[in-house]
């Protein structure tokens, strides 16, 4: 099935890491991305992840996957305010489509 | 470099009417999807369009339908507009056979139903 679950809320001190977790359900996803999106706009692609690797870093964003548990984390070091934003993870299906399912997303509150 | 574009912003429509929606994808992608997102949840895949034939459709109805023109833009109709067809429609641009399969997105299209 298609299913993917994440957290609704989460809030951080400024300073803090921040861990967004995620879990899906299909075990043929291939590809899995994480998007950031601000009030009122679209999404903005942040970082990805192939299957077959178990971590990926990008300056201050490292994402852990875990495929035996179908688990997927997103960790913001140093987080700040202007990190304030809903996170969505997506899975990436890869059955003669590159069709993207989304989870409901996590809304990232940064105080100061 | 120009990113994914789409027009109009925001948009009020009556229940019953029909709706077109417009999207340039970024420069160099050959590649278009459209998802829907309603209130406070992720978005949900319509369709997604290549070499101007709808390659795979979402769990919409045939009030949904699409174009891509030989520039690659795209058009998403609707037609009879329910209420529940408000939401955020968004574009996202991508080129076919890229190995990571990375989709960019559109600042998206607000249509209110009333």
């Known amino acids: 099935g298609e299913d993917v679950e994440q957290s609704l809320f989460l809030s951080v001190r400024e300073g803090d890491s921040s861990v967004i977790n995620c879990t899906y359900t299909d075990s043929s996803s291939t590809y899995l991305y994480w998007y950031k999106q601000e009030p009122g706009a679209g999404l903005q692609l942040l970082t990805y992840?192939?299957?077959?690797?178990d971590m990926k870093q990008d300056q201050r964003l490292t994402v852990l996957l875990n495929k035996k548990d179908k688990h997927l984390s997103l960790r913001i070091a140093d987080t700040q305010t202007g990190d304030s934003a809903i996170y969505f993870c997506?899975?990436?299906?890869?059955?003669?489509?590159?069709?993207?399912?989304f989870g409901t997303g996590t809304r990232l509150q940064v105080f100061p | 470099d120009a990113g994914v574009t789409q027009s109009p912003t925001h948009l009020i429509k009556t229940r019953g009417q029909q709706v077109t929606l417009r999207c340039s994808p970024k420069?160099?992608?050959?590649?278009v999807s459209w998802y829907q997102q309603a209130l406070g949840q992720g978005p949900q895949f319509i369709f997604q369009y290549y070499e101007e034939e709808e390659r795979q459709r979402g769990n919409f109805p045939d009030r949904f339908s699409g174009h891509q023109f030989p520039n690659y833009s795209s058009e998403l109709n609707v037609n009879a507009l329910l209420l529940g067809d408000s939401a955020l429609y968004l574009c996202?641009?991508?080129?076919?056979?890229?190995?990571?399969?990375?989709?960019?997105f559109g600042p998206g299209t607000r249509l209110t139903v009333t």
């Open positions: 420069s160099g992608h050959d590649t």
């Open positions: 992840i192939f299957s077959n690797m």
């Open positions: 997506a899975e990436n299906l890869l059955l003669n489509t590159d069709k993207l399912i």
């Open positions: 996202a641009s991508s080129l076919l056979g890229t190995q990571t399969y990375e989709q960019y």
